[in-house]
């Protein structure tokens, strides 16, 4: 029997009734056979602080996050587009993943990662994603390509309380993570 491919995704918002959060969870619905997507929570990591860092160490969130990127064959960020740019709250628990330096081969070189948001506006997360590929490879992932990015525009038309309800997005969702799980499987 083929070994299951394990993929986390990280949303790049807090908040519960996030589009990013409802793009991840219906991504994990989506999944092909033989393939598995969690969901790991930034809720509980706090701002990085050097200081913080230095006098206890890594918090016990991050230090989980770091464990979940590590252990799995590829990554996901569904990030939202926050003034032209990346979401701070992402951007930091990808800061605090980073911590101490000699951890970064580990976590993250080499590691399949695919990007893909949501939001209200009419260029689905295009900055934001953009922005995201400088970090993605000053820390050495390997950005996926081969589909593009996965772009939602007019999100809230197209979500509602219990998540994705267009089912044109839900096929290309699927396809999308397909396409992603064979990309990692052949990694």
Known sequence: MDRMVEIVGIAGSLRQGSFNRALLRAASAVMPDGAKLSILPIDDVPLYNGDVERAEGVPEAVAALKT???RAAGLVLATPEYNGG???VLKNAIDWMSRPPDDIPRVF???????????PGGLGTTLSQTGWLQILRTLRM?????????YVSGAGKLF?????????LRE???NYM?????HVGRA
């Open 68 to 70: 979940g990127v590590e």
């Open 178 to 182: 397909a396409a992603f799980v064979e």
């Open 142 to 150: 390997r950005v996926w390509v081969e589909k593009g990015p996965f």
């Open 172 to 174: 290309r969702l699927r």
């Open 160 to 168: 509602d309380a219990s998540g994705l309800s267009d089912a044109e």
């Open 109 to 119: 070189h080499g590691k399949p990662v695919a990007l893909m948001g949501a939001t």
């Open 86 to 88: 990346i979401p701070g």
